[in-house]
Structures are given as C-alpha cells and as structure tokens.
C-alpha cells in the first residue's frame, strides 16, 4: 500500500474520492455494473475474435489469447467502411512474422467504422486488444446471432479445453 | 531436360503406383461429389484416434506463377483436410512476387521487370518478396488451422537435404532454413492462417539464377513512404553450390518421401513402413475442369486490381534542384521544387507541388498545374506515364516550345512516375 504522503495533491484527491465512492456506493456500484454487462459485455467466437455490442453497434477485435499466439502484429489490412458483411465470412488480415491470418466477421452487418490508430500502429493490438486495439465496428443486421456466441466464461473454458489453437 | 524430368516422374509414379491408384480413387474424384465432403466440422477427438492423419504429396503441372497461385488458394478455400495432410510443390516461368500487404513499387522496378518479360504476382500469405524461377522449388504444407506446425515442415525439408545430399541445414529463430556454418539462406518461408485450413509455404533454392533474381529485387530510394510491409533482405545461395548433384527433380523425390515417412504429429521417422500407410504422390493438372472456380481465382490474382490496387497507401516525395537559370534575380542558396504524389489503391489520389519562390514567374504555372493534375485519379503506372507525355506534347504544339522552367517542371514529374 503506497503512502499518501508525498504524493502529488490531485493524486490524493483521486484516491480518496476512489474509497468514498467504494464505502458509500458499494450497492450502487454492483448494479451499474450489471447494467453494462447487458448492454456492452463481450462475446466471442470460436475462431477468438469477440464483439461488444452498444445500441445495435458492435465494436470488434481479437481476444489476448489470438494476439499472444499471432506474435507481433506488422500489419492490420481492415474492411473497409461502408462494406456490407455475412457472419464468419472472411473480412480482412492480421499480419504478423509468424503468418497472414484472417479476420473474421462474428456477425452480420455492415461496417461503419475501422480503427484508423490500429491501421497506422498495428501493436496496438498486441498490447491492449480489448480497449484501444479494436479493428472495426459494425451495425449489426442480424441482432439474433449475438446469442450463439460464447460468453467470457464460456470462451475462458474453451481456451482450457485447448480443442483449437 | 523434359524428358528427364518426365522420366522421374515416371519413376516416382512407379515405385509408390500402389498409392497412386488409391489417391486416384478418392482424392481425385470429379471436384463436384468433393465439394460435398467440404464440410468446416471440426475433426472430434475420438475421429482423430480412429483415424490416423494420412498425406499426400500433389505436384503441379504448370509453371504459370497465378494459376499455382490460385491452385493453392482453391486447396485452401475448399480441400478437406481432417485427417489428410497435403504437400503442394511446384515450380513457376521467371516471376516476381511480392506478399499479401506489400507495396511492389517499394519492393522492385515494375517498369524493368514488366521490360524483361516477368510478371509481378500478389500472394494471399504475408512476408516479403521473392523471385522465382524453374530453379526455386516452392513447397506448400496444407492442415487443418490446429495442426499448423511450421518448425516441424521446415524439420522435414532440413531432414531431406540430408538424407539424400548430405547438406547440413539449420533452422534459424526466424524460421528459416539456413546452410550449417555460412548463414546462407536457401528458403525462404510464409504462412496463412484461416478457419478451418491452414498454410505453410517456403521456397527452396536449387539452382536459381542469382542475376536476374539480384537485378529484379534491387531496391532504388525512390523517396516512397508507407507502412506496407517491407521485405528483409538476406544473403542467400544456391544448393548446387554447395554439391553440384542437387537437381529440382531429384528435390521432388527427396523432399516427397521425406515428408511421407515422417509422422505429422510426433515427427517420428516412420520409415518405409509409414510410406506405405499414406496416399503417396499425384501429378495435379490445375484446370478448372478438376477444380471448378479455378479460373475464377486465377483472373483475381493475375487482375491489376490485386496486384497493385491492393497496396496500402502510400506517398511518394521526392526533391529536385532548381537549377540556377531559373532562379529570379537575387535569389540566392540551393532551392528545391518538391513533388509529392499519394496513391491510395493504387490510384493517384492527390499531386502535390511545392514551388519555390524563385521559380513562380508572371506568367504563372496555371496551364501546366492543369497537366500535373489531370494526373488525379490515373493508376499509378505506366499509362500514367504516358497520359503527361501526351498532355506535354499537346502543349508544346499549342503554344510553340514550352518556357525552361515548365520544362524542368514536367521533366521532374516524368523522372517521378518513371522512377518507380
């Protein structure tokens, strides 16, 4: 436990807002969270890409298990915006040393956005492919085939199975 | 040099004829009752244990660099590998290829080597560029995505060279294949990664011309500026240097049986006894009868639109000196006039010209700006090229002999576009 003394004084006052909020909104604070676990959970796919879903948006990326196993990632080819998707179909590349792999599209949709920062520094992906290394996002057009995706805890007890690589 | 290689063929044909006629039965069945066996069904545990992954080695006929191409890519949308490993080798005319996110204006002059007759090919898998030639052996590892090994193919070949040569080869971290004690490479290697197949290729260099391989990939600083993949270059070497009895058809052979004696998963040598187990060697004509939507896949990657349109944007910058002549009175000091074109798929997207100072005159440079940019929306290519010589020659003839200044203006746009 770091010492508050010394520190710089917003940063104290950041901490202890953080252990007010925790004393006093312990209940409010679980429920928010189930909230968004609703609205914006992840879900996955077989082939570890996974889909987090906000007002029929879906924003997509690869899980930390595809980007560990990919190795450093040179180069993201995206699809481009405006492009009309089928669910697994083909819809860009990750390239890295070790080999070209494929994106694939966890639902249908079509695409209204691509992540400009990933396609300038492809990294991103390897070192924070939930938040900032996200690939594309999707309006979806099928809602309905969100449900045959994995949950976390599904996708987690699929990676241990080690069925697939 | 056909006879003996029919000759070889005929000679592999005959020692495993046995396997072949089994291959033959199912594997080459008319495409259309194999295009119902494509299922994407995962291969469960239990089919695993009672049915032992067999291989096959499948040689292509052609030289023709984008129907192998296609071949490979038609194995890889539609081949059903659960418990069938296959080997793809072939052999292309002289031809330059470049990987899937790569920029071949970057990697090699396509107005040379369109000059020597070569084509420049695209491929689906990442990496960096290559030339080959009838003396470069390309291997193609083909696997379900979970059974994608790419150490153990490259263990397979490295076993290969010597057991039939002698040659000691190493496997380098990078994942190459490197002759033992001269950091030499003879292979170079790519992959792509998909659900439910996977790929490994490499190349494998037996006697190429190491001339015509060092004039196509020689890279100029052609000022272009892109986060394309740029290739790696690396010393490498022909086999036959190192013993002047490795042929490409004997590396058929060689690198085939090896590969059929080796079990897929532990990399056990399972001798002749293994061999006999597997589905042994076929000859592949690649047309669109045998493999229908061949030819499809083959007009997409010999198009313009996948060779060049493909490549990410990139720009092109490049100075030139304005020389002295054109400088107004009092202009002192070395000024530059920049050119800067950004091509984004392939076509020219916007042309930027920086003037400086000393060379924006009275008469101004409106009639030549409006040559510079109708080169907007051309593919940047040799068409491209020709479209500003035509405009200047029309200038020119309209207003009699066009001033020195937009002359160097429209000879540095000429150096520009030729360049590459």
């Known amino acids: 436990m770091r010492s508050l003394r010394g520190l710089h004084y917003?940063?104290?006052?950041?901490?202890?807002?953080?252990f007010v909020a925790r004393w006093q909104g312990n209940?409010?604070?679980?429920?928010?969270?189930?909230?968004?676990?609703?609205?914006?959970?992840?879900?996955?796919?077989?082939?570890?890409?996974?889909?987090?879903?906000?007002?029929?948006?879906?924003?997509?990326?690869?899980?930390?298990?595809?980007?560990?196993?990919?190795?450093?990632?040179?180069?993201?080819?995206?699809?481009d915006v405006g492009a009309v998707l089928e669910k697994e179909v083909t819809c860009g590349a990750l390239e890295s040393v070790k080999a070209a792999s494929e994106i694939f599209c966890p639902v249908s949709g079509k695409v209204i956005d691509k992540n400009a920062s990933v396609e300038q520094t492809p990294r991103l992906i390897n070192s924070s492919c939930y938040d900032k290394g996200w690939l594309f996002k999707v309006e979806l057009t099928k809602p309905d085939e969100l449900n045959r995706l994995m949950t976390e805890s599904e996708y987690e007890t699929f990676i241990k199975s080690g069925v697939y690589k | 040099m056909a006879q003996a290689m029919a000759q070889n063929m005929f000679r592999i044909s005959q020692v495993s004829l046995n396997n072949v006629v089994r291959c033959n039965a199912y594997a080459f069945a008319p495409a259309t009752s194999q295009a119902k066996a494509y299922s994407s069904a995962s291969t469960t545990d239990k089919e695993k244990s009672k049915n032992p992954i067999q291989k096959s080695v499948f040689i292509s006929q052609s030289t023709d660099i984008f129907t192998n191409l296609a071949l490979e890519d038609w194995m890889y949308r539609n081949f059903n590998f659960n418990n069938h490993h296959v080997l793809l080798m072939w052999r292309n005319s002289p031809c330059v290829v470049i990987g899937r996110h790569q920029n071949p204006w970057v990697e090699t002059n396509t107005t040379n080597v369109a000059h020597q007759g070569m084509e420049i090919a695209r491929r689906n898998s990442g990496g960096g560029t290559v030339y080959h030639d009838r003396g470069n052996l390309n291997l193609t590892f083909f696997t379900k995505r979970e059974e994608y090994n790419r150490r153990n193919n490259l263990e397979i070949v490295s076993r290969a060279l010597f057991r039939e040569w002698g040659i000691e080869s190493v496997i380098t971290p990078r994942e190459d294949i490197v002759v033992k004690n001269t950091y030499k490479q003879i292979s170079g290697t790519a992959a792509k990664l998909g659900r439910p197949n996977a790929y490994h290729h490499c190349t494998l260099l037996v006697d190429v011309n190491k001339v015509a391989l060092r004039q196509s990939l020689h890279k100029d600083d052609k000022g272009i500026v892109t986060n394309a993949t740029q290739s790696v270059a690396s010393p490498i070497m022909n086999l036959c240097e190192i013993n002047q009895h490795v042929k490409v058809e004997r590396m058929l052979g060689a690198v085939g049986w090896e590969y059929l004696r080796t079990c897929p998963e532990t990399l056990e040598d399972g001798g002749q006894d293994l061999i006999n187990k597997q589905r042994g060697f076929q000859l592949i004509n690649p047309t669109d009868n045998w493999f229908p939507g061949l030819n499809k896949l083959k007009e997409e990657l010999s198009s313009w639109d996948w060779r060049f349109g493909k490549t990410p944007k990139f720009q092109v910058n490049k100075s030139f000196r304005v020389p002295k002549e054109f400088l107004g009175e009092g202009e002192m000091g070395v000024q530059e006039l920049k050119v800067s074109l950004e091509v984004n798929k392939g076509i020219i997207d916007d042309v930027t010209l920086k003037l400086p100072p000393g060379l924006l005159s009275t008469n101004g440079f409106h009639g030549e700006v409006d040559v510079v940019t109708s080169l907007r929306g051309q593919p940047f290519s040799e068409r491209a090229v020709v479209s500003l010589e035509n405009a200047l020659h029309d200038m020119s003839t309209k207003e009699g002999n066009l001033q020195g200044k937009s002359q160097f203006v429209m000879n540095c746009m000429r150096q520009v576009m030729q360049s590459v």
């Open chain 1, 10 to 18: 917003s940063s104290v006052a950041r901490i202890s807002r953080c």
């Open chain 1, 27 to 79: 209940v409010i604070r679980y429920i928010s969270i189930s909230i968004n676990c609703l609205s914006g959970s992840r879900r996955f796919t077989d082939k570890h890409e996974w889909i987090s879903v906000n007002e029929n948006i879906g924003t997509v990326g690869i899980s930390h298990h595809a980007q560990k196993s990919l190795g450093e990632i040179d180069f993201a080819q995206l699809p």
